[in-house]
């Protein structure tokens, strides 16, 4: 049986599409437990529009609900009975692998390494989304609060990266590369000069050289290393320029009359193609390289994403994830 | 007389564009004085296919080219008759107030510092391209080779885009914000951590705080201050991340029959939407801080980016841009 405990009160949509997204995913695998985290009385009210097998579905109460808007680092340590760090706390002692939340990105980033802890070894737990790009996704390493790290930090990036791309994404001998400003070797700042001969000489990963932030959304590499200032840019701007000109496109489509008829036909077909580039939708990034998975999705997730997000908990930890991470890095 | 000089052998598209971007220039301002830097024979020859006024342009003769692989320390130390390194030197002897090429960026950011040089006071001189957003445009500074800036760089950055963003491009009264992982005060890295509170208590400046990647499409801000790596990743995956949303955009339309005749009708009135999303129609990117303005303009410029450039440099000098930059900074 594999355990996963859900954030039933973290995220713009919560509890219902948590909830949803929860009976949905037991749905699917016979081998899969929920634990629901969060006020009990409305979880239940909530689950009774499911049917579902009902064994594959637990409540855990917890009272108090970590806001957005909190300070992380306070949150995580005053508010011990919120559903995020009493979910925290089922991966900390064992009855869970893995946690889901839509909620604060930065008290799960927090909680992460504060509750759960790093694996042995680790240095800083990368957060590590999957972006799409016109070849598929690549996974952006790191996106998280691990702000000025040092050049080693991202070479365990990379052996990280590369073991949930081949293992849990199915890309197999993933190519792996820098951000950088320019193409050439001797380009960058202090450290992705040092990061650079590290990741070249290192033997358990594909490294194919710097990447301009240009061939990102070309998809010219499978796993993107970056600093967290430099991945949470990169992952913000996807989504913000995405947004805005999706906005820009509905204004220039809704502008004439022959415009208005054209957008009509053209809909279906453009939607169906856009959908493959909406950050949101692969929304479960992993806090890689802890005792345990914790991954965050979307803060608007839907039930879909919440499902996809607990399935990939399965296929983790299926896939023995953390003893491939201790046997590379530890 | 305001003269510019122009890399005529710069750039995806020369000599022909530069030139007929000059020679349309010209035509606009009767107080402009183009100097053509190139091969003479060639320069001559594309002349030939315009009528304009023929005082206001001449040929400087340079037999060289600087192509855009060359490392740009090397190609400016050797290429010393090369149309870029004469180009400069025309404004370091003050024939001409300013230079423009669409040339290799590398080397025009070494060549404008090393050859034109730094106005007293100023420590690093920022590349700062408009970038376009849903409210118009925004200020990028830096985008330039300067990495690892310290925080009392990014506050003189602060401010010579703000003289620049009111006299140059007529935003009274201009918001600065500068990139960070979050909205918050506390948040960022070092740099980011130190540059706050002096950009909060620098009164020349009108400073609203912190800007996540994924409000600059929006237009929250006029002058967006970042160190040159983290500005680099957001210009070129404007331009990336453009490209390839369109490019998916066009496939998604071209999929059905009834998609492709509504991209038919809507095409006119999408392109002309999309237009004002291009980041190359903005491409005339100002190195600011030089004895003299060097404009970097988009390796593909067409005349009309060109003479966009030529006619940036008449109004940084009517608006004597160095002067106020002089007052302020030094």
Redesign the interface.
Known sequence: MINVAVDAMGGDNAPTELVKGAAEAVEMRNDLKVFLVGREEVIKKELTSYTYPTKQIEIVDAKEIIETAE?PVMAIRKKKNSSMVEGLHLVKKGICDAFVSAGSS?AILVGGQVIVGRLKGVERAPLAPLIP??KGVSLLIDCG?N??ARAPHLVQFAKIGSIYMEEVVGKKNPTVAI?N??A?EDK???L?KEAYPLLKNCEDIHFIGNI???????GMADIIVCE???G??????????????????K???M??F??K??????????????K??DVTKYGGAPLLGLNGLVVKTHGNSKAVEVKNAIIQCVSFKEQKMNEKIKEKIC
Do not use: H, W
């Open positions: 300070p930065g790009t016109n609060a702000v000025d951000v400003i320019g050439e960058g700042n202090l992705v301009e932030a240009r061939e990102i959304p070309k967290a200032f430099v949470n840019v990169i992952l913000k701007l996807y989504e913000g320029l995405g947004d805005t000109l999706i906005q820009k496109i204004t220039g489509m502008s004439t022959r415009s008829l054209g957008a009509l036909l053209a809909k279906p077909a453009l939607k169906e193609t856009l493959d580039f």
